[in-house]
């Protein structure tokens, strides 16, 4: 894989959502989405503000070094309002070492008000795209705690799938954590191509 793509933005938008390039802009809304017990009720604890904005700075800092990762995603609202920060979606290579590395993941995480819209899906088929068709990657992944449905349900619209045998005990939650069972989900590049003329 080269060291760095460069993906025009006109594939990373549909009418209703785009994937970007973080800004500081951005860090506040995040900040507020990482402290939101109900968004982060799968992940082992809240982030403080300096804790999302570090992690907003290393997401913005992949990007710039490989012209992909985990993308600032806006909300493009009718009627020519400005564009609305929702959270990120994109495809990131997992730091943690996991039984199925090495890997790249898609996944996302958006504030509350926009769950339940679509949002997620659209935006992650742009990501899922992106890694296919420009990275041509051979596979791409998905993982989160097994109570996660809706983030179960989003891997599920995109084609992934799951076997018991993948759950997996995420390393870097500690032990005896409710968060720790995970669950894989999988695609590969010819599953996806199979199905991509029917989206």
């Not at 041509?136 to 179960?152: A, D, G, Q, Y």
Request: aromatic share 10%; with cysteine.
């Amino acid at each position: 894989m080269p060291a760095h793509v460069h993906i025009p933005e006109s594939e990373l938008r549909t009418n209703r959502v785009r994937l970007r390039q973080w800004t500081k802009a951005d860090f506040e809304p995040f900040g507020a989405l990482n402290c939101d017990p109900q968004v982060m009720r799968h992940f082992p604890a809240l982030l403080s503000r300096e804790q999302s904005d570090a992690h907003a700075s290393r997401m913005r800092a992949l990007i710039e070094e490989r012209g992909w990762g985990f993308w600032a995603t806006d909300w493009l609202q009718p009627g020519g309002a400005d564009p609305q920060f929702i959270g990120f979606v994109g495809i990131h290579v997992p730091i943690a070492e996991l039984p199925f590395s090495p890997c790249v993941e898609i996944g996302w995480r958006l504030a509350r008000p926009f769950w339940g819209k679509g949002l997620a899906s659209e935006a992650a088929q742009l990501a899922m795209r992106a890694g296919f068709e420009t990275l041509k990657l051979p596979e791409i992944v998905s993982f989160t705690s097994r109570e996660n449905l809706r983030s179960r349900a989003v891997m599920q619209r995109l084609g992934m799938h799951s076997r018991p045998e993948d759950h997996f005990d995420h390393p870097a939650v500690p032990e005896g954590h409710p968060v720790r069972p995970h669950c894989l989900y999988r695609i590969t590049r010819d599953e996806w191509l199979a199905q991509e003329p029917q989206r």
